[in-house]
Nanobody
């Protein structure tokens, strides 16, 4: 099992920036990918960005390309999400997730951190 703890959420005005952090602990040696998802009020959880642990390949949702950047610190078992040009539509609870070797989907989740963007 991998424990994930997010931090860095908050409230900003449109056009502002936030940086989310996710610290992983536990059986992190089996992690093959980490990602960020978000869930807005009344909507389903959606993919935001992910990074492969082995080669650093990054993937983004179309809605955040060019504005958000995912990065990692292997030594610290941490992943980050730099969010620039925030829009009110980015308001959501952001969740960090990890996928373990052999898992077909993300199987470890953090508790989430709130991001609120005002116009």
């Amino acid at each position: 099992q991998v424990r994930l703890v997010e931090s860095g959420g908050g409230s900003v005005q449109a056009g502002g920036s936030l940086r989310l952090s996710c610290a992983a602990s536990g059986r992190t040696v089996y992690t093959v990918a980490m990602g960020w998802f978000r869930q807005a009020p009344g909507k389903e959880r959606e993919f935001v960005a992910s990074i492969r642990w082995s080669n650093g390949d990054k993937y983004y949702a179309d809605s955040v390309k060019g504005r958000f950047t995912i990065s990692r610190d292997n030594a610290k078992n941490a992943v980050f999400l730099q969010m620039n040009g925030l829009e009110p539509e980015d308001t959501a609870i952001y969740y960090c997730a990890a996928q373990s070797v052999g898992a077909t989907q993300y199987n470890n989740w953090g508790q989430g951190t709130q991001v609120t963007v005002s116009s």
